[in-house]
């Protein structure tokens, strides 16, 4: 069974997010932290912060572009705590 996953970075240098999707998560957040990925190569280290899996690719990528709506900014802000994760 092959997983989709739309995750949520946290940039410890600037303290912003970051908002994707992937099939293979542990490889991505690698990339992501060897400066191979364009949009977040200038804000390393990043540290994952929140992730869910879905079976459907277009679940996952539907699920990206809601957390980056304000909506989903709001809704990211009630669950996790920002200042005690990046520490």
Known sequence: MKFYY???LLSLKDKKLYIGYADDLIN???KHNAGDVES????????LI???ACLIKEKAIKREKQLKTGFGR???KKRVNYATVAE
């Open 40 to 47: 977040t190569k200038n804000r390393r280290p990043l540290k």
């Open 6 to 8: 739309t995750y949520v």
């Open 74 to 76: 709001s809704y990211l």
């Open 28 to 30: 991505r957040i690698s």
């Open 50 to 52: 929140y992730y869910e």
